[in-house]
Antibody, heavy 117, light 107 residues
């Protein structure tokens, strides 16, 4: 069965960077894009962007452009989301999802990022 | 960006009730509309894709309808495990925007 297992919770100071991983298993890694979504405490779901593991193509939400980088390692079937210049309003749960044509079929368990001085 | 607006933001219902949630897009999105269920502390789960197609393994009491700009998610007979927050999401264009969510609570 398809599984996406994310790395553990992180605590970072403002201005720092974070890299979250998402290990995929149970399917051919290149058949789904990996999309990242975040959810601030008590809030809704915010699209961050996606990466196509087949060719490395990416699309980032405009408001995160320049701060976020998504990559994949096809040898380990792992996707990564790195974000820099962290601010307190980046505190959220970050989800990866296996997507096709923009539909989120399978989800990781989420990674809590806390940004605090 | 396409804005997705759900109504109501929350509702109170009892087991066995018929529940309807609506979602409106700020421009036409054909049938590029998905519905997800999220329980506290968990990742969302796909219920309905392409406006009306039931995802494998999802109970048949869930159904979706609509096209263009107006969509509906219906739970025909609410079960205890259905108390959760529901989100619509458009996959017509990037960014793949979500509605703000509808929380279904126990009356």
């Amino acid at each position: 069965q398809v599984q996406l297992v994310q790395s553990g919770a992180e605590v970072k100071k403002p201005g720092a960077s974070v890299k979250v991983s998402c290990k995929a298993s149970g399917y051919t890694f290149t058949t789904y894009a990996i999309t990242w979504v975040r959810q601030a405490p008590g809030q809704g779901l915010e699209y961050m962007g996606w990466i196509n593991p087949y060719n490395g193509n990416t699309n980032y939400a405009q408001r995160l452009q320049g701060r976020v980088t998504m990559t994949t390692d096809t040898t380990t079937t792992t996707a990564y989301m790195e974000m820099g210049s962290l601010r307190s309003d980046d505190t959220a749960v970050y989800f990866c999802a296996a997507t096709q044509r923009g539909t989120y079929y399978h989800w990781g368990q989420g990674t809590l990022l806390t940004v605090s001085s | 960006d396409i804005q997705m607006t759900q109504s109501p933001s929350s509702l109170s219902a009892s087991v066995g009730d018929r529940v309807t949630i609506t979602c409106r897009a700020s421009q036409t999105i054909s049938s590029y509309l998905n519905w997800y269920q999220q329980k506290p502390g968990k990742a969302p789960k796909l219920l309905i894709y392409a406006a009306s197609s039931l995802q494998s393994g999802v109970p048949s009491r869930f159904s979706g309808s609509g096209s263009g700009t107006d969509f509906t998610l219906t739970i025909s007979s609410l079960q205890p495990e259905d108390f959760a927050t529901y989100y619509c999401q458009q996959n017509y264009s990037t960014p793949r925007t979500f509605g703000q969510g509808t929380k279904v609570e126990s009356k």
